[in-house]
């Protein structure tokens, strides 16, 4: 019954058991290397042609974990009932039979032995019953797989929901319920489809009476794994609420026929071609007849996740790695060649297996150009300093700067010490991730390359977490965060809402880094080409195209499976939505996501590529043997763990991938030569050149293989910059200027982040600091990224963005006593986001996502919005006001401070953070740096404060499980500021006007 109805072995096991045991999806890593369903040999059912979509760039994806108060899964059954959740079972069923006083049952099945036309007349009777239960005024439609059995087989349930939904419409019914009952279900990705595809709710029978008979509770576990499930499908889209996802179609089909499509997902994403109806129901009577011919009722391993003989296939097979390893041990012609065999003799696995090179007239070998040129097109694409050892990250830095190409930090920052240590250990792309872990000043201008990452081929719309485990004392101190805690990242940036926002960002890190590209990391979707566009015009010199076969240290196995397209649809459509918008030539296309041969990156330049990123390829290269535990911590060969033990095992040598690369380039050139091209560059986008191997093949890939338009191409951005950055980098080489004094506008941007940029690139710190006075209303990221010994201070107001990235510089805000007094906003949004030190001071109050991801920073403000202090690992922050609800979501570390008064209930997350009253030491700490703020703001607020006569009326915000005392937390913030040592009756409530509190104030 389970194998009819779509369930295999490794699903049950890997996919359904860890939502019965543990109550959450089952979480993987290594990417996904099979086959996709369009391309199996094995007869997959409906959902495995379906990807989830999600949000990058034009809107932001939201943390349903963290910001749950803002999520809802209330199903509306017309205006007779609403569900808690769209999730039924067999008790709530019953319940609306007696509520809803006429239901109308409509089975989708049919007699298998009618075969597809029995399956086609199924769906029209279900469309002809739906329209009738319409006419006849029922109040809610029951579609139901019950009664499948040898004799009857069930349509496809995504199918049988879009006809009968469709029907509904068209017959004037759309206020009608549609609940669907079903054994096919298995997982969120499958009841997320049936609700976009039109389904009210979902009984999953079979799925619950399994889960039922697992475990005690298995069914109410597996209930809350799926409803956290659904939360972060819409999440990803940036959705709250389950009711405007439903009849969405807000997924993408993959390898389905533009027929199928327009007759049942007319509004979903469509990439390749492919399968018809004919052939998804003879899918289905296959599968039917094949589950009760069996003298077994075991279920079969289709090989999904891991590598089986008789399974899936998969590119990274363990004959691949076998061959790769031995070619890298014994770097023979011999043994290259019998490497290079396997993708070239593989079976359909990736949509460029479909695809080959039309034959042309050979050139010579040394008419083309040379291996170093071509080897300066590879990068090892983004691989944190955490997800993998120390040792692992170091190696492939050394051996891409060795080879001319690049290596990629990923979103773990690096070690300080490989800036002066001249080990060539120095990885040439940094990224600028949304968690902005050791994302510092230094570590921005010491790149030769920027990459903002929007998303990740693995679990693009989502964010991620380091896990405990892993968060060594090492990796803590590169990340600015507390050993043994998991550390969060954020699934949007929360400085990037917009394609606006992100081009603010663009600018910030040139304005640090005027030398170094700037890059940004999209995924394969419907659409991308329009949102590259967008990134072009935003300013990036780099877009970087990653496939949903690209590689994570860990991500849930669903996202896994069902999130991203194939690279291949991705850059063809960036390609050309880039050339017919006259942009192509602004950018570098970049793509990733499953490289390994030659003939990989050849059809990646024919399909638009300028550049070519590998990730699990170099890895298998220094000796990863795919066992796909980087997630457990517990790689066996010292390459994805932090384990102190295990990284002993690593014998990886930069050599090693030396090896891999250069005989990669050697292959290059020789296919280039064999096609009659001298470069690479000749062939960029020269998508004539490619032709399908078989007839299927050019029927699915029709559209990807459409000539590219070549309309004129406008030249490069310029920005409109203010000058008010130039006069400040005036005043770094000259001794003279202690304090200088300047207007500032809107217009001015990312004011401090040019002049903290040039002082670390001259190594020429100012002796002792330098303090700037800025009069006006400054413009968005002011004192963006400011280093140790800047002093800003703005008399005025601030746009969003303020001390973005602080790295130990000081910045100070008023707007006059009475602002302060009457609790006047006197900065924008997103304050203090990313800061690893420093100290910020404003006398007013700030706007939403204030501190977010502080791991650093001292800050008082007066007032802040919602979600202040969201994902915090270190630093200390006071809110002398009214602070908005969601405070602490997701915060791990570091101390907040509020007043008693100014939060309620609901005003702080219950989930992350707790409040505790003061300690004595802990007020003393706070009048001291409660003095500093009014020295430099002339507070109206503090000075009430701290001229009463009781103790400061404040409680402590700290993490559910601190990660340290609050004594250490407040030393290691104390130690970033430079303070003389103060005792407590030096401290003392006095009145303002007296001498010794202007004497108290001197010392600060």
Not at 303 to 317: K, M, T
């Amino acid at each position: 019954m389970m194998a009819t109805l779509g369930w295999t072995e490794d699903q049950f096991r890997l996919l359904f058991r860890p939502l019965v045991e543990e109550g959450q999806e089952a979480v993987w890593s290594m990417g996904d290397d099979a086959a996709p369903a369009s391309l199996s040999k094995l007869r997959r059912p409906l959902w495995d042609y379906c990807k989830q979509r999600f949000a990058q760039v034009t809107n932001p994806p939201i943390d349903s974990l963290r910001e749950s108060h803002v999520m809802s899964l209330r199903a509306h059954l017309g205006d007779i009932a609403v569900l808690p959740s769209p999730l039924l079972d067999s008790g709530q069923l019953k319940t609306l039979d007696r509520h809803f006083q006429s239901i109308a049952p409509i089975a989708f099945t049919f007699p298998a032995s009618e075969g597809v036309g029995g399956a086609k007349s199924a769906l029209e009777r279900i469309r002809e019953q739906a329209k009738t239960a319409v006419s006849e005024n029922q109040s809610l439609v029951l579609l139901t797989d019950r009664n499948i059995g040898a004799q009857h087989a069930a349509l496809p349930a995504l199918l049988a929901i879009a006809a009968v939904w469709k029907s509904l419409v068209q017959a004037g019914g759309c206020e009608l319920p549609l609940v669907i009952e079903t054994g096919q279900v298995i997982d969120t990705h499958h009841v997320a489809l049936l609700i976009a595809a039109g389904a009210s709710a979902v009984l999953p029978y079979l799925a619950l009476e399994q889960a039922s008979s697992l475990a005690h509770g298995g069914a109410r576990r597996y209930r809350v794994a799926i409803e956290k499930g659904l939360r972060k499908v819409i999440a990803r889209m940036g959705i709250s609420a389950i009711a405007s996802y439903r009849n969405s179609q807000l997924f993408e089909t993959v390898g389905l026929d533009a027929e199928l499509c327009d007759e049942f997902f007319e509004d979903a994403g469509r990439a390749l071609g492919g399968k018809g109806l004919h052939e998804i129901l003879q899918d289905c009577i296959d599968r039917h007849c094949e589950a009760f011919a069996g003298k077994t009722t075991d279920l079969r391993d289709f090989g999904l996740y891991r590598f089986r003989h008789s399974g899936e296939q998969h590119a990274n097979s363990p004959e691949v790695v076998r061959r790769m390893h031995r070619y890298i041990k014994s770097p023979t012609e011999e043994n290259y060649a019998a490497f290079v065999e396997l993708g070239e003799q593989r079976d359909p696995i990736a949509v460029r297996d479909l695809l080959e090179v039309a034959p042309a007239d050979p050139i010579p070998l040394d008419e083309v150009e040379s291996e170093a040129s071509i080897l300066s097109r590879f990068s090892t694409q983004a691989m944190s300093l955490g997800a993998v050892s120390p040792e692992t990250h170091r190696t492939l830095a050394i051996a891409m700067n060795r080879l001319g190409a690049r290596s990629n930090t990923g979103e773990g920052g690096e070690d300080r010490e490989v800036y002066s240590d001249f080990s060539g250990a120095n990885n040439r792309v940094k990224q600028v991730a949304s968690a902005r872990f050791g994302v510092t000043t230094e570590y921005l201008v010491h790149a030769d390359e920027l990459e903002i990452k929007i998303a990740q081929g693995a679990k693009p719309g989502e964010g991620g977490q380091l896990p405990a485990s892993k968060v060594s004392a090492y990796i803590a101190r590169l990340r600015h965060a507390t050993p043994n805690m998991v550390l969060i990242s954020p699934p949007p940036h929360h400085d990037i809402y917009s394609i606006e926002d992100l081009a603010q960002l663009i600018y910030d890190l040139r304005a640090v880094n005027p030398r170094a590209r700037i890059g940004v990391k999209l995924v394969a979707s419907t659409g991308v080409g329009i949102i590259a566009a967008g990134v072009a015009k935003a300013g990036a010199d780099v877009i970087t195209i990653s496939g949903h076969d690209g590689g994570t240290g860990a991500s849930p196995l669903s996202s896994i499976k069902n999130t991203g397209l194939p690279w291949e649809a991705g850059l063809r459509d960036t390609h050309v939505a880039l050339s017919k918008a006259g942009l192509r030539g602004r950018v570098r296309l970049r793509v990733d996501g499953g490289f390994k041969f030659a003939r990989d990156v050849i059809l990646a330049a024919l399909l638009g590529a300028d550049e070519f990123g590998f990730g699990t390829a170099a890895l298998l290269a220094l000796g990863c043997v795919m066992a796909r535990q980087c997630h457990l911590n517990t790689c066996p060969v010292g390459i994805a763990t932090q384990d102190e033990r295990l990284r002993t095992r690593f014998t990886g040598k930069p050599e090693m991938v030396e090896t891999f690369f250069r005989g990669l380039a050697r292959e290059v050139r020789e296919r280039l030569a064999g096609m009659g091209a001298r470069s690479i560059e000749e062939i960029v986008g020269w998508v004539e050149r490619l032709r399908p191997r078989t007839a299927e093949a050019a029927r699915a890939l029709a559209d990807l293989l459409q000539p590219t338009p070549t309309p004129p191409q406008t030249g490069c951005l310029v920005d409109d910059d203010t000058r008010l950055h130039v006069e400040l980098n005036k005043t770094i080489g000259d001794a003279s200027v202690s304090q200088r004094r300047f207007r500032i506008t809107s217009a001015d941007r990312s004011i401090g982040a040019h002049l903290s940029g040039e002082i670390l690139r001259r190594l020429d710190l100012p002796d002792g600091s330098r303090s700037y006075e800025f009069v006006g209303s400054a413009g968005q990221s002011f004192g963006a990224f400011l280093v140790a010994g800047l002093n800003f201070h703005l008399a005025g107001e601030a746009n969003d963005y303020l001390g973005k990235g602080l790295s130990g510089g000081t910045i100070s805000i008023s707007a006059g006593e009475q602002a302060s007094r009457r609790g006047d906003v006197v900065a924008g949004n997103t304050v203090l986001y990313g800061a690893t030190s420093g100290e910020l001071y404003v006398a007013g109050r700030v706007g939403e996502r204030f501190a977010v991801r502080n791991s650093g920073a001292l800050a008082v403000v007066e007032g802040a919005g919602q979600h202040a202090c969201e994902y915090m690992t270190a630093g200390v922050v006071i809110i002398l006001g009214p602070a908005g609800t969601n405070l602490g979501a997701g915060m791990t570390g570091g101390l907040a401070y509020l007043l008693r008064d100014s939060i309620g209930g609901h005003g702080y997350n219950h989930q992350s953070v707790r409040l505790a009253p003061l300690e004595v030491r802990e007020e003393i700490w706070l009048r001291r740096v409660l003095l500093k703020h009014f020295r430099l703001t002339n507070s109206g607020r503090v000075a009430e404060l701290l001229n009463s006569n009781s103790p400061l009326p404040l409680l402590r915000v700290e993490p559910l499980v601190p990660p340290c005392t609050v004594a250490e937390t407040w030393t290691a913030t104390l130690a970033r500021v430079e303070r003389p040592t103060v005792k407590r009756q030096e401290t003392p409530v006095l009145p303002l006007e007296s001498p010794t509190f202007r004497e108290a104030l001197a010392v600060m």
